[in-house]
């Protein structure tokens, strides 16, 4: 299995997402903002789209960082993603 990484760099993660043909989503809450998720197209009723800007947004407001893996274990590209508390690096 590849090396996961963590980042909180925009471009680096609009750039991660985009090779992989995934979109950013949000699963709406009763709150303002909602829980973030990367759409790769499968069906999941609860994904509204959102634009880069929103997603950055929400994402810079709960301090979170972009915990992903670039390569499969088999060595294509992984889509492995999770969204993490900011530790203060990135």
């Known amino acids: 299995m590849s090396e996961a990484k963590t980042t909180t760099n925009h471009d680096e993660i609009r750039k991660w997402v985009e090779e992989r043909d995934g979109h ?8 303002e903002g909602g829980i973030l998720r990367i759409d790769f197209g499968e069906p999941d009723e609860a994904l509204e789209p959102i634009e880069w800007d929103e997603f950055f947004r929400i994402f810079d407001e709960n ?18 993603n999770k969204f993490v508390e900011r530790s203060g690096n990135g």
Do not use: Y
């Open 24 to 31: 950013p989503a949000v699963v709406r809450t009763k709150g």
């Open 63 to 80: 301090d979170l960082a972009f915990l992903h893996q670039d390569k499969a274990g088999s060595g294509g590209k992984s889509r492995f």
